[in-house]
């Protein structure tokens, strides 16, 4: 049986410019292993190469023994190990402003907008600070001096 002119199906209409939303859980990184990004790391600061070579002979080897620990670990493990004399976190997100001056001025220039970051416990003196995106770590910077208040990048007391 034909449609009669007023029975004529109509097409529905989408939204232009949209798509539809997926729902994730902000907090799903936690259950993943991290990965880690060095194509923002600030090898031309004082943070940078002359940091890593001077506290550390064979810095390199230091660093990537201690990010392959950090490999078999979930993002949650990471977050919950605890140590130091608080035995609070040893790693964990930082607000950028707690940084130094100095520290902050530098991830300005190289335009790391994030208002936190996130400070990967190397060992007791050593850290390497980056920008958490999902499971991966943009690793920024790192600090071999954060048990001298002089010369570390964090801002103690703050």
């Known amino acids: 049986m034909a449609r009669s002119k007023q ?6 209409k989408l939204p232009s410019g949209e798509s539809p939303r997926i ?14 990004r060095f194509s923002d790391f600030d090898w031309d600061s004082e943070w940078g190469y002359a940091s890593c070579s001077c506290r550390i002979q064979n810095i390199r080897n230091h660093i990537e023994k201690h990010l ?3 490999e078999t670990m ?23 402003n707690k940084f130094k001056a ?27 600070y980056g920008v958490r995106e999902g499971r991966c770590l943009r690793i920024v910077f790192f600090d071999p001096f954060h048990k ?11």
């Open 7 to 12: 029975e004529k199906a109509k097409a529905k």
């Open 23 to 36: 729902a994730v859980d902000p907090d799903s990184y936690l259950t993943k292993k991290p990965v880690w």
């Open 68 to 70: 392959a620990s950090f």
């Open 74 to 96: 979930t993002w949650n493990e990471i977050l919950k190990a605890s140590g130091g004399r608080s035995s609070g976190n040893n790693s964990h997100h930082i607000e950028k």
């Open 102 to 128: 100095s520290v902050q001025k530098r991830l300005n220039e190289n335009k790391i907008l994030s208002d936190t970051l996130f400070s990967l416990r190397l060992d007791a003196g050593t850290r390497l």
């Open 148 to 158: 001298d208040k002089k010369l570390c990048a964090y801002e103690f007391g703050s």
